[in-house]
T-cell receptor, first 113, second 112 residues
Framework: DSGVTQTPKHLITATGQRVTLRCSPR?????VYWYQQSLDQGLQFLIQ???????AKGNILERFSAQQFPDLHSELNLSSLELGDSALYFC????????????FGPGTRLLVL | AQTVTQSQPEMSVQEAETVTLSCTYD???????LFWYKQPPSRQMILVIR??????QNATENRFSVNFQKAAKSFSLKISDSQLGDAAMYFC?????????FGKGTRLHILP
């Protein structure tokens, strides 16, 4: 158990819908990262927040957005969902903002029908 | 643009033997970080080992070690005394600032 929690574990929804994925980092960690793992694209870095501020941005679509709240939990919002958004979404956390060890959560499996 | 390539989609090794997983990357930067992550069937991502590019010494963590060849942009992972619990997908990753890039992964099978 990494100490990073993600909810929900599974999510099934329809195209065009909007969903919110939630992540609670390990106690004491200030950074939260979001990743998407799909069969065809592999593991892609989406976005990083550090202490409430956006720190780094990867291949995140405009339909996706994220935020980190004062209690340091983070939410990833996915809107206007398409079939291709079906994937495993991971959250990871680390103490700082750079290269410290990232601890991954168990992931949220999203299926868009 | 930075890329990370794992040329071996699958590999098998006999239990207790040694196996090396390959990773090459492309970057014009001189200072960056490289990682190997393990993803077992549980889908949990676990950091195996990391290497700072400015360090010439190869990183080692128990049975796991890397062969870091900066000029060749190569970062291979050696697993010694392979165990059944080592069976997993292994991902090589590169990070510099806001660039975090993963390879496509190598699926490692351990044969009893």
């Amino acid at each position: 158990d990494s100490g990073v929690t993600q909810t929900p574990k599974h999510l099934i929804t329809a195209t065009g819908q909007r969903v919110t994925l939630r992540c609670s980092p390990r106690s004491g960690d200030l950074s939260v990262y979001w990743y998407q793992q799909s069969l065809d694209q592999g593991l892609q870095f989406l976005i990083q927040y550090y202490n409430g501020e956006e720190r780094a941005k990867g291949n995140i679509l405009e339909r996706f957005s994220a935020q980190q709240f004062p209690d340091l939990h983070s939410e990833l919002n996915l809107s206007s969902l398409e079939l291709g958004d079906s994937a495993l979404y991971f959250c990871a956390s680390s103490v700082g903002s750079e290269i410290e060890t990232q601890y991954f959560g168990p992931g949220t499996r999203l299926l868009v029908l | 643009a930075q890329t990370v390539t794992q040329s071996q989609p699958e590999m098998s090794v006999q239990e207790a033997e040694t196996v090396t997983l390959s990773c090459t990357y492309d970057t014009s930067e001189s200072d960056y970080y490289l990682f190997w992550y393990k993803q077992p069937p549980s889908r949990q991502m676990i950091l195996v080992i990391r290497q700072e590019a400015y360090k010439q010494q190869n990183a080692t963590e128990n049975r796991f070690s890397v062969n870091f060849q900066k000029a060749a942009k190569s970062f291979s992972l050696k697993i010694s005394d392979s165990q059944l619990g080592d069976a997993a997908m292994y991902f090589c990753a590169y990070r510099r600032d806001d660039k975090i890039i993963f390879g496509k992964g190598t699926r490692l099978h351990i044969l009893p």
